[in-house]
């Protein structure tokens, strides 16, 4: 079976194509503001808009199928950014009544989940899923993806979008400061974990107050050791409250090296199994909306009528019942 994923709920417009757990091709773009500002929902939906027949067209001769041998046409439904959103679902919505495919809407965490677990081959992991939107401390119970721990505010990878925004650096600012960070040494940051939950918003005002008087490798090396150490420490004691022994790293933030390191020190220290998810699958893509989609289906997940979306569709909403 064939599924045609479409991705758009925020900065990245993809498509992806699978061919049950194989992936045929993976195409995208993402919205890159100008320099010191952020994702504006209207210009990302412009971005979207004007690529989206030209990656469609991409996905297809990478994959070498034509649009026809698709069995579903599968899209990013929520959480996201609403007028993406609207995008996104009408192109899907449009395709399948053409080409009378049958429609899936997928939950955009759901999908970086499962994309993780296909490459990986992690059982029944804890997972860490951080990127632009999220941050969550996930594990598989009882038909559910269940959120034991989660940002109060903003998600890491929002926080340090925002910073070096303020430090004046383009967007994503993931990769500039992972470098930056390299050069940096310690200096003191707040650290903020309340029972299973995080905050990030307090320790992204102490950093910005810094950048007039402290060097900015400083703050970034200082700012990715505090807010990382907040993750790894939530994701371990919710790998020792459910007897979990593997952890699963997803999202546009499990690109960075350093989280990788500490998750997997934490992981080794516990004897326990830990998995990045492999770059190319780690920011937001068509791939794991393709793939997650497929499996919605073979396990009975009705097609709908009409396309809509969601804007705060939460991962634990969703019925999982292919576990
Ligand atoms: P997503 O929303 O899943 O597409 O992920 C995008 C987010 O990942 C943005 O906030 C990026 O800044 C962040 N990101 C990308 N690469 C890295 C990196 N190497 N280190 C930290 N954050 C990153
Ligand atoms: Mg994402």
Not at 118 to 143: E, H
Request: one cysteine or more; a negative charge; charged letters at 25%.
């Amino acid at each position: 079976m064939i599924s045609i994923g479409i991705e758009g709920t925020s900065h990245t417009l993809g498509v992806g194509i699978a061919m049950d757990g194989k992936i045929l091709a993976n195409e995208r773009d993402m919205y890159k503001p100008p320099e010191g500002w952020g994702i504006h929902p209207g210009e990302a939906k412009k971005h979207h808009l004007e690529l989206k027949d030209e990656m469609l067209k991409r996905a297809l001769e990478k994959a070498k199928i034509s649009i026809e041998d698709a069995d579903i046409i599968s899209y990013s439904a929520g959480p996201g950014l609403p007028p993406c959103l609207r995008v996104t679902a009408e192109f899907a919505g449009a395709l399948a009544e053409k080409y009378g495919k049958a429609l899936i809407p997928v939950n955009h965490c759901v999908a970086h989940i499962e994309i993780g677990k296909l490459c990986t081959g992690a059982k029944d992991p804890i997972m860490l899923y951080v990127s632009g939107g999220n941050t969550q401390i996930i594990g598989y119970f009882n038909g559910r993806y269940r959120v034991f721990g989660e940002t109060q505010d903003i998600a890491i990878g929002n926080a340090i979008d925002m910073l070096m925004r303020a430090a004046g650096k383009q967007f994503p600012g993931g990769p500039v400061m992972e470098k930056l960070a390299k050069e940096g040494k310690y200096i003191e940051m707040p650290y903020v974990v309340k029972g299973m939950d995080l905050s990030f918003s307090g320790i992204l005002t102490a950093a910005k107050n810094k950048l007039a008087s402290q060097k900015l490798e400083d703050i970034s090396f200082s700012f990715q050791e505090t807010c990382f150490s907040m993750l790894v420490e939530v994701a371990e004691r919710a790998m020792a409250h459910t007897g979990k022994n593997e952890l699963l790293l997803v999202g546009g933030v499990a690109a960075n090296k350093r989280l990788q390191e500490m998750c997997r020190i934490m992981c080794e220290e516990r004897n326990a199994i830990f998995y990045p998810v492999p770059m190319e699958f780690a920011g937001d893509n068509g791939a794991n909306i393709a793939y997650t989609g497929l499996v919605q289906y073979k396990n009975g997940a009705k097609p709908i009528e009409k396309s809509d979306f969601w804007q705060n569709w939460r991962t634990d909403e969703v019925e999982v019942n292919w576990i």
